[in-house]
């Protein structure tokens, strides 16, 4: 089974900080996502690597940042924390052209407070 | 660019009841996948159910099943003899066939009550 695992569940941080998400894959996955769940929204792509050290944004990639050195580990930075990027963080990977039966695999979510 | 809505931010339902939730999309595309995920409390994502827009008919995993209406977009799940665990947030996905990215809608709320 393809593990997806992120390094914290729970994260506090403070306004102005510099905020590391880490995510690892254990299933040699080109693709990696960032997701940020808020109720009413649904997931909202935050950024996308379809390879190491490639991105491209997603639908909200203002005031975040990635990271992708190795194939496995996908990194999501947040530069200056604010208040307003409290919410629960997703990671997911999935095959470099995803299958019907494969299409991503989450992460258990990080719930990072920015007080 | 596809949207994918789900009208029904929260449900409810009794045990071993059966409950559908709702989910319309729009795209131009014509080859594409439809998903749904479900995901407990605390808990991971999981794909529940998929369905390719090319079949005509509706996909079934035991409990779950879909029905898919292509011309009028709409792909809703129904969820049989519902149980406890079945009490979770659930995401209606669209994916274009090739390409790599999910279009989640906004998710469904549902609790299945003792």
């Known amino acids: 089974d393809v593990k997806v695992t992120q390094s914290s569940r729970y994260l506090v941080k403070r306004t102005g900080e510099k905020v590391f998400l880490e995510c690892v894959q254990d299933?040699?996955?080109?693709?990696m996502f960032w997701y940020r769940q808020d109720p009413g929204l649904g997931l909202r792509l935050i950024y996308f690597s379809y390879d190491v050290k490639m991105k491209e944004k997603g639908d909200i990639p203002e005031g975040y940042s990635v990271s992708r050195e190795k194939k496995e580990r996908f990194s999501l930075i947040l530069e200056s924390a604010s208040t307003n990027q409290t919410s629960m963080y997703l990671c997911a990977s999935s095959q470099r052209t995803p299958s019907i039966n494969q299409p991503q695999h989450f992460g258990d979510g990080t719930r990072l407070s920015i007080l | 660019a596809q949207t994918v809505t789900q009208s029904q931010p929260e449900m409810s339902v009794q045990e071993a009841e059966t409950v559908t939730l709702s989910c319309t999309y729009d795209?131009?595309?014509?080859?594409?996948?439809l998903f749904w995920y479900k995901q407990p409390p605390s808990r991971q994502m999981i794909l529940v159910i998929r369905q390719e827009a090319y079949k005509q008919q509706n996909a079934t995993e035991n409990r779950f099943s879909v029905n898919f209406q292509k011309a009028a977009k709409s792909f809703s799940l129904k969820i049989s003899d519902s149980q406890l665990g079945d009490t979770a947030m659930y995401f209606c996905a669209f994916m274009k066939r090739g390409r790599e990215k999910l279009t989640f809608g906004t998710g469904t709320r549902l609790t299945i009550i003792p």
């Open positions: 795209t131009s595309e014509n080859n594409y996948y």
């Open positions: 299933m040699d996955h080109e693709n």
